[in-house]
């Protein structure tokens, strides 16, 4: 089975083209991976057989570089537009994506855009670049918040977390099998509930938190903060990255599952309880 990937999804204030941060999240990443040029985009090739084959078809697309990657990137902000950078044919797989067509509100009216970086899982989780990636990309885009979870974790706890007002069948109810599961609160994902732009709809196993969102969670307090404190690193920026389990968190060991639900109690204002 090949390995799952990481997706970083940072919230951040609306971009746009003259601001600087998404050009700067990719000279970042450039710089985090050496050989990487973010500077291709995929292409649908036109007429011929290509067109009758399946959409899903990989062999209809084709690797395109683009030749002023700041001018297309300004284009598709103007009109709106997926943007989704690669990085070229041979290298370090890396993709960078977001669509300003697709923001949404808080409670307060703030507007919130996503930036996903995608990595291929290799040893990224355990040699600390993903931390480094976190870290730096989260002050380049001057992201309010992020929450990852590894892919694998965070499909157990989806349906744990916001499903408070579905009853799921015991065969597909992971507490069922994992009872250490039900200590977790309920939340809603519905980000307009959000009472404002530096509240994380969740924890995950790494989370950024600009100074805003530490401030609004009361991080970094001593007398209560240890556990956390230990695993944490603040960045250039003074935002945190914040650490909940040494390996990357697992809902099948109960005792990450104990130091999650340890962490909504402590972080009581991450989401909204339901």
């Not at 355990?126 to 499909?155: K, N, S």
Request: proline share 9%; with cysteine.
């Amino acid at each position: 089975m090949p390995p799952s990937p990481v997706v970083l999804s940072f919230t951040v204030p609306p971009l746009s083209p003259d601001d600087g941060r998404m050009s700067g999240v990719l000279r970042t990443l450039e710089e985090l991976f050496p050989g990487v040029e973010l500077g291709w985009r995929i292409e649908e090739e036109q007429g011929g057989p290509a067109a009758s084959r399946p959409v899903h078809d990989e062999s209809r697309y084709r690797q395109v570089r683009v030749t002023d990657r700041d001018a297309w990137l300004a284009e598709c902000f103007r009109s709106g537009a997926l943007f989704q950078v690669y990085s070229g044919p041979g290298q370090y797989p890396v993709n960078v994506f977001t669509s300003p067509g697709l923001r949404v509100r808080t409670r307060d009216g703030a507007e919130l855009e996503t930036v996903t970086v995608w990595l291929p899982q290799d040893d990224v989780l355990t040699d600390g670049r993903v931390e480094q990636v976190v870290a730096r990309c989260g002050d380049a885009l001057r992201a309010w918040h992020l929450a990852f979870m590894p892919l694998g974790t965070h499909g157990k706890l989806l349906p744990v977390l916001f499903s408070a007002n579905v009853r799921l069948p015991a065969s597909m109810d992971p507490r069922a099998r994992l009872p250490a599961l039900k200590a977790l609160p309920r939340l809603s994902n519905r980000t307009e509930l959000l009472p404002g732009p530096e509240t994380p709809v969740q924890l995950g196993w790494l989370n950024y938190w600009s100074p805003e969102t530490a401030q609004r969670l009361g991080f970094p307090d001593a007398s209560r903060d240890g556990e956390w404190l230990a695993r944490s690193t603040r960045t250039g920026s003074g935002a945190w990255v914040v650490k909940l389990t040494d390996a990357p968190l697992d809902a099948e060991r109960p005792e990450d599952v104990e130091a999650l639900v340890r962490a909504y109690e402590r972080f009581d204002g991450v989401g909204v309880r339901v």
